[in-house]
Nanobody, 126 residues
Framework: QVQLVESGGGKVQAGDSLRLSCAAS????????MAWFRQTPGKEREFVAG????????NYADAVKGQFTISRDNTKSIVYLQMDSLKPEDTAAYYC???????????????????WGQGTQVTVSS
């Protein structure tokens, strides 16, 4: 059974940086697309960034392009989300997700992903 564990969240000031990590285990996780989503209370979970199994392709939500960077280290089965120049509107619970499909794609819909972590909270104050 695939397990995803996020870490790296916290409380920061606007303009600060954070790096989130997602440690994956329980299967050939290095062969699947992975992504980060975020969610605030009362809103649907939204796509932030995704990366193909080999790191060759990435995709970002318009709101974070040029600000966030997704990467992965398949030797460690970890996916990262580097978040720079954080803004109060980036405050959310951030979730790591894995898409268990042989199709090489980076969907932006949460229902395309099969496994989820428990989430890590990011709070940005002004």
């Amino acid at each position: 059974q695939v397990q995803l564990v996020e870490s790296g969240g916290g409380k920061v000031q606007a303009g600060d940086s954070l790096r989130l990590s997602c440690a994956a285990s329980g299967g050939p996780v290095s062969t699947y697309t992975m992504a980060w989503f975020r969610q605030t209370p009362g809103k649907e979970r939204e796509f932030v960034a995704g990366i193909t199994y080999d790191g060759a392709r990435t995709n970002y939500a318009d709101a974070v392009k040029g600000q966030f960077t997704i990467s992965r280290d398949n030797t460690k089965s970890i996916v990262y989300l580097q978040m720079d120049s954080l803004k109060p509107e980036d405050t959310a619970a951030y979730y790591c997700a894995l898409r268990r499909s042989v199709i090489i794609a980076i969907p932006m819909m949460s229902n395309e992903y099969d496994y989820w972590g428990q989430g890590t909270q990011v709070t940005v104050s002004s």
